[in-house]
């Protein structure tokens, strides 16, 4: 590592392929080892999961440290790890009282949180704001602690007022979930009493952890540009639109990019063939039949032919799943369209797609649960992909699907509206558009901006075109992680 390397110390609750349950996964793996490839250095700190700790094979003990929680001291033991996917340490807060359990980092089996998230996040911010001043005397001590969503939103609000200390940047990976806790838990977890303002991190009552990334750090992004100002709005500001308004001086929008060596289908080890955007077919089609032949023993000739509609994400409000539910009876009704959704979330959701794929099996294909295989495949053998989120912070399955010549529909909101031009006369002409946009935040919309990709599905060369524009685009870190640097450096 160069001399004089600024050291970036993320903290983060999740990073791929370690532990993840969406987007911020994919961006704790993609964003650091940007910056790190651009000279920085880094180190990555996670909960020590069980699932997480499986993983390690060699590790070295830091150090321990004693942190509040709930109920007196509780010890963590931080240790440090090199591990084949990652071009810098990794540091993880091993304390088994309150990481060491299955499934998910934020829900037990049955879906629900864990009880005592709130202490399981402050513990961990906590040990991250002493790692952040050199807390175990290893001589390392960051420039910049870079903080990712509710669970370290307390990190700033720890450093802030401590001598000497680092920048604190706070990225907001989705308003939508804010940390939010009754006040007996602020008690409970001893924060300091003068935080509780509203001006701190009171809000309604509570505690948000999220509003205390925001009131503390001194400098907040998130992740798109577009929003970045939504967020702002009262239609998208989830309560916290007036604050982040005060807060514009010191918020902005950086787009994710996409780690396109993961994501490449001239390259992806998940896939049974590759192409690209010289040579889209036969290639796509052959991962279209290994896509209809995972749910169906024989994809004929009928079957390869009729267009295949994608879906990859968590089944929740505002992936728009209600809107999907809604235009699935008529296009099947109107159309031979097939359709293959994967995602896991509310039950209702699951339930409804669930019966929706017993009712008609050779033309709605299902799964529940988490596959990263099978979103790889999706992508690839898909022919059109299906995101119309009501909101959406950035998203990186548009990306991914633009990359492997699979054409988004998407509602024009946050990343997606930053990302996707829609397919009209004067779009094509030009060849900017790369998928379909709808702007009218309602089902029928979205199903008739469905039809509208059909009709140019049916006309090959101009589709051809449609997947090449996607295809040839680069989603790549190099302009966002020098947006980073510089926010770093200010
Ligand atoms: P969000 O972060 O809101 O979940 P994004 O589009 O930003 O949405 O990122 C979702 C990431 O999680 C993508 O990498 C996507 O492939 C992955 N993903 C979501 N649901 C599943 C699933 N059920 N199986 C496999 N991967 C999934």
Redesign the pocket.
Same mark, same amino acid.
């Given at each position: 590592m160069k001399r004089g390397a600024t050291k970036v110390l993320f903290v983060s609750s999740e990073a791929y392929p370690l532990i993840k349950t969406?987007?911020?996964g994919?961006v704790l793996y993609s964003l650091p080892h940007a910056v790190h490839a651009r000279g920085a250095d880094i180190r990555l700190l996670l909960p020590g999961y069980r699932a997480l700790l499986r993983q390690l094979e060699q590790v070295r003990i830091l150090g321990w440290m004693d942190v509040r929680g709930a109920e007196g001291m509780v010890t963590a033991r931080v240790l440090e790890t090199r591990h084949p996917d990652f071009a810098f340490p990794l540091w993880v807060v091993d304390c088994p009282p309150l990481f060491d359990r299955p499934g998910n980092p934020y829900t037990n089996a049955s879906g629900q949180d864990w009880p005592d998230n709130a202490e399981r996040y402050t513990v961990f911010s906590r040990v991250a704001a002493q790692l952040a001043m050199d807390g175990l005397e290893h001589g390392w001590k960051p420039d910049v602690v870079h903080a990712h969503d509710w669970q370290t939103g307390l990190v700033a609000a720890f450093l802030a007022d401590q001598p000497g200390r680092p920048k604190t940047v706070f990225t907001i990976h989705?308003l939508a979930y804010s940390g939010f806790f009754p006040h007996g838990e602020f008690i409970r977890l001893h924060l300091p009493n003068h935080w509780w303002s509203s001006e701190g991190v009171e809000f309604h009552g509570g505690l948000s952890m999220l509003k205390a990334g925001i009131v503390y750090a001194d400098a907040i992004t998130t992740v798109s540009p577009t929003y970045a100002a939504e967020i702002c709005t009262p239609e998208f500001g989830f309560g916290l639109d007036g604050l982040l308004q005060s807060r514009s001086y010191k918020l902005q929008g950086i787009l994710n990019g996409i780690d396109e060596n993961l994501w490449n289908p001239h390259t992806d080890p998940r896939l049974p063939a590759h192409y690209s955007m010289s040579r889209i077919q036969p290639g796509k089609r052959r991962n279209k039949q290994a896509l209809l032949e995972r749910f169906m023993p024989h994809a004929d000739e009928a079957a390869l032919a009729a267009p295949l509609l994608g879906l990859?994400?968590?089944l929740v409000e505002q992936k728009g799943i209600d809107w999907v539910l809604a235009a699935i009876p008529v296009l099947l009704a109107e159309t031979d369209v097939r359709l293959v959704l994967? =995602?896991?979330g509310q039950v209702v959701y699951e339930q409804k797609l669930t019966r929706l794929a017993r009712q008609y099996p050779d033309r709605v294909f299902v799964e529940i649960?988490?596959?990263?295989s099978l979103?790889h495949l999706i992508e690839a053998g898909a022919d059109l992909f299906l995101m119309p989120s009501r909101f959406e912070p950035? =998203?990186?399955?548009q990306m991914y699907s633009l990359r492997y010549g699979t054409p988004p529909i998407v509602y024009k909101t946050g990343g997606l509206a930053d990302t996707v031009v829609d397919a009209n006369e004067v779009t094509l002409a030009d060849a900017s558009a790369n998928g379909f946009v709808f702007d009218t935040p309602d089902a029928s919309t979205f199903l008739a901006t469905i039809h509208r990709a059909l009709a140019l599905y049916r006309q090959p060369a101009r589709w051809r075109r449609l997947q090449q524009t996607g295809m040839q685009q680069s989603f790549d870190w190099a302009d966002s992680a020098a947006h980073y640097l510089a926010l770093y450096a200010a």
């Open positions: 969406g987007g911020l994919d989705n990859v994400g968590r994967l =995602g896991s649960g988490y596959d990263e979103a950035c =998203g990186l399955n």
